[in-house]
């Protein structure tokens, strides 16, 4: 062979350009089409697209056309699917100490989630990676809280209920036990079903998860307590985002990132105005008594513990994390004593 045809069979296949080909990423959500969510998402994927010149691509497939969390992993596995927008819980296989936000009772407020989130994030996001997923930052779905059909203040009152608990999160069922609960594992499609048949009649949700689900139309107590922290990733498969160029890749991490910052603290605001509009559904509030609480957080302890010896997460990120908790406190001690 001549060697002017051979290069030109090298240029041809790419051999001198690797990973110049179009890649278009196939990713699902449970997200409506025209969410806030979405919208950010494909904006994103518009810029990239343009700064890329076409190589790099995202098809999405939103409202859970695709099937819930566990369903999506399922594709994913298979190739059918290269990412996804899911909650942290049905990823926690690819890095257990992901949960440790998750974990009853450990926030109280928004001020303790900004300054561990800022201290913790970037390890979360390392521990998906060498998972096997990259992630684009953290976005907060917000606290959730006990959503009922009846009056719920007290945890014991939790025995004599039909609990919902996401079928493809192991921490969170590990936690319902603790509370001395027989949960009802449900994919989260399945869920406003269950509600309506009452086949389950308490759930614990964000308000902005209540309403984008429709769940709150079955509900009409909420029990004031933020039990537990929650938040979703968007990722992509790491052997097929790894395939792009180290440009492309360093694109898409930009843009991303940019983009889940944005509905990261979107979605804080969002679930300010939810809590609201549920308010305004008729739907009661109701704060436990100081014992009631202090009841809430006995059996909190014991969950976080028995998370620990069940492997859920580790000994080690929860030491980390409660440094960092208790290094907020002892600042803000400090900040009101001057």
């Given at each position: 062979m001549k060697k002017s045809t051979a290069l030109a069979l090298l240029l041809l296949f790419g051999y001198c350009a690797p990973n110049s080909y179009a890649t278009t990423f196939k990713v699902a959500s449970l997200s409506p089409s025209g969410s806030a969510w979405m919208n950010a998402m494909k904006g994103g994927a518009k810029e990239i697209k343009q700064r890329s010149e076409g190589r790099v691509k995202f098809k999405f497939y939103p409202g859970g056309v695709m099937g819930d969390d566990k369903a999506v992993l399922k594709k994913i596995r298979i190739r059918q699917l290269h990412g996804g927008a899911l909650m942290a819980g049905s990823l926690s296989k690819f890095y257990a100490d992901s949960q440790i936000y998750n974990s009853p009772l450990v926030f109280k407020n928004f001020n303790e989630v900004d300054y561990v989130r800022a201290k913790m994030d970037q390890k979360i996001i390392d521990g998906f990676e060498k998972g096997g997923f990259v992630s684009f930052g953290l976005a907060e779905a917000g606290f959730a809280y006990a959503m009922s059909k009846t009056p719920l203040t007290n945890s014991a009152d939790l025995k004599q209920r039909k609990v919902w608990a996401p079928s493809d999160d192991k921490a969170s069922l590990e936690i319902i036990r603790t509370y001395g609960i027989t949960p009802i594992p449900l994919a989260i499609p399945d869920v406003l079903a269950g509600l309506q048949t009452g086949i389950i009649d308490t759930v614990a949700?964000?308000?902005?998860?209540?309403l984008a689900l429709q769940w709150h139309t079955q509900i009409?107590?909420?029990?004031?307590?933020?039990?537990?922290?929650t938040y979703a990733l968007f990722v992509l498969e790491k052997k097929a985002f790894y395939r792009l160029s180290d440009n492309d890749q360093a694109l898409v991490r930009e843009v991303m990132t940019k983009t889940f910052t944005k509905i990261d603290k979107q979605n804080r605001q969002d679930n300010i105005a939810a809590l609201k509009a549920l308010q305004n559904q008729d739907i009661t509030i109701t704060a436990p008594s100081e014992a009631e609480q202090a009841a809430w957080n006995t059996k909190a302890k014991l969950a976080a513990k028995n998370l620990i010896e069940s492997g859920e997460v580790s000994s080690e990120i929860m030491e980390e994390f409660l440094?960092?908790?208790?290094?907020?406190h002892s600042q803000q001690a400090s900040t009101l004593s001057e």
């Open positions: 949700v964000s308000p902005i998860g209540a009409k107590h909420i029990t004031d307590i933020p039990l537990m922290y440094l960092h908790l208790d290094a907020f």
